[in-house]
């Protein structure tokens, strides 16, 4: 990473899209939910738009796309093999290696289905673009898979190297830590981690991106298997897949206190 540069941009009402550049000038944007905010960003540092990633379908992750093609039309558009994303250059799958024409980017492609059944995350240069399947302390609603599906997905992302980079697409990290705090209240890195992520917002600075070693001390959904865990969701008669949709479901009903 010491000739690369990330940076997250600000979009729509809680959205990152993550810009990664290397020192020739040449840059990727994932998962551009509109182009407003990238196009001011590339033309104030002078980049060259070289590659679009795109993590699933979902609006608020792809709708930038076509306004950023128009301005860098040289720039390839690199997705799943899911019409939905729209058109692609570079179509790839899990287990393939992306490499970006004319620059030193490359990434594994990971398959992480639950949130879509399509989505896919990016792993390289010590970092993950994850999109909406992992979240700081938390993870992504189950819009299209199984708890199982996702569970699945996550296990694979939580074996990656510990100083892995979390850059997932949405700014949720202080309303999952307040859901955090009622399955492990006495876990003490929940509490350092909302501490240092109300310092964050307090400076107007973004949460993330977190660290993979972190996120296995404090995500809920990375924790499925710890006995704090367990005991909060109900013993140990109930298989992961089980645990996991019930960690799910009571996040989906968990409503922050104002």
Not at 115 to 142: E, I, N, V
Not at 167 to 177: F, I, P
Request: aromatic share 6%.
């Amino acid at each position: 990473m010491s000739n690369l540069r990330l940076q997250a941009i600000p979009a729509l009402t809680d959205n990152y899209i993550w810009l990664l550049a290397d020192d020739a000038g040449r840059c990727l944007l994932v998962d551009p939910g509109e182009a407003a905010p990238a196009l001011r960003v590339l033309r104030d540092q002078s980049l060259d738009l070289a590659a679009i990633l795109l993590t699933h379908h979902h609006y608020d992750h792809i709708d930038g796309t076509p306004q950023l093609r128009g301005a860098f039309p040289s720039a390839r558009v690199i997705a799943g093999s899911d019409p939905r994303c729209g058109d692609v250059d570079i179509c790839v799958g899990g287990g393939d290696r992306v490499e970006v024409p004319g620059t030193d980017f490359a990434f594994d492609v990971i398959a992480v289905p639950g949130h879509t059944l399509s989505h896919q995350a990016y792993s390289g240069h010590d970092l993950l673009f994850c999109g909406d399947t992992l979240f700081s302390a938390g993870c992504g609603r189950l819009f299209e898979g199984t708890p199982a599906q996702m569970l699945e997905s996550l296990d694979r992302l939580s074996a990656l190297p510990g100083d892995t980079k979390i850059c997932c697409g949405h700014e949720y990290t202080l309303a999952n830590l307040a859901f955090a705090k009622t399955i492990e209240p006495a876990n003490p890195a929940i509490q350092q981690r909302d501490e240092e992520a109300r310092r964050q917002r307090d400076d107007d600075q973004p949460t993330l991106p977190s660290l993979l070693s972190g996120e296995l001390q404090y995500n809920p959904f990375l924790r499925i298997d710890q006995q704090n865990v367990i005991g909060a969701l109900g013993g140990a008669g109930f298989s992961r897949s089980e645990r996991f949709g019930e960690l799910r479901r009571r996040k989906d009903e968990f409503k922050v206190s104002a």
